[in-house]
């Protein structure tokens, strides 16, 4: 067990809606990381947050939106759901209080999510 | 070309056997290396951190890097059923939001049979 948490841990939608996944990072670790994982693009880094400010962005769609909370806590928002945004997203999160840090990174379980 | 090249396999041993797992990667800013096992239906797990070139071992774990060939690998010792799973290389650069942003390769399914 990582100490990472996700909910839900699946999740089953229809096109065109929108979806809130939920990630608690590690106790103390300040930097929270999204990536979505599918068979085709395999493990890609979206955004990262440190204490509240995004820090980081890769490859995330517009439809996409994330954000930390003062608790640490973090949501990604999908809106406007296709078909191929059905894959699993993962949390991480690191201490980042050194630049290396943050590449010691703990992945959550996970959300699976499926678009009708 | 994706920036980090990882046969997906897939790769089957016997138990006790010397299993080598490479990528190749092609942005010269990476100098930080990872390596990750994934379980079916489980998060990644950090298993081996290196920066720049060298070798790391932790058990029967090892882990390398030759960035002039720009060339990792993990070598796993007395492979066991239980190391059965995806392996997946990561990368990432150094230096403002470098750091952190990891760049993966595809992954190679491992397994390990009695």
């Known amino acids: 067990d990582s100490g990472v948490t996700q909910t839900p841990k699946h999740l089953i939608t229809a096109t065109g809606q929108r979806v809130t996944l939920r990630c608690s990072p590690r106790?103390?670790?300040?930097?929270v990381y999204w990536y979505q994982q599918s068979l085709d693009q395999g493990l890609q880094f979206l955004i990262q947050y440190y204490n509240g400010e995004e820090r980081a962005k890769g490859n995330i769609l517009e439809r996409f939106s994330a954000q930390q909370f003062p608790d640490l806590h973090s949501e990604l928002n999908l809106s406007s759901l296709e078909l191929g945004d059905s894959a699993l997203y993962f949390c991480a999160s690191s201490g980042g209080l050194a630049g290396g840090l943050y590449n010691e990174q703990f992945f959550g379980p996970g959300t699976r999510l499926t678009v009708l | 070309q994706k920036e980090v090249e990882q046969d997906p396999g897939p790769l089957s041993v016997p138990e006790g056997a010397i299993v080598s797992l490479n990528c190749t990667y092609s942005?010269?800013?990476?100098?930080?290396f990872m390596w990750y096992r994934q379980y079916s239906r489980k998060g990644p797990e950090l298993l081996m951190y290196?920066?720049?070139?060298g070798n790391k071992e932790d058990g029967r774990f090892t882990a390398q890097v030759d960035k002039s060939s720009k060339y990792i690998s993990l070598f796993i010792r007395d492979s066991q059923p239980s190391d059965s799973a995806t392996y997946l290389c990561?990368?990432?650069?150094?230096?403002?939001?470098?750091?952190?942003?990891?760049?993966f390769g595809q992954g190679t399914i491992l397994t390990v049979h009695p």
């Open positions: 990561a990368m990432s650069g150094a230096g403002g939001t470098s750091y952190g942003k990891l760049t």
């Open positions: 106790s103390g670790d300040l930097s």
């Open positions: 290196t920066y720049s070139s």
């Open positions: 942005n010269s800013a990476f100098q930080y």
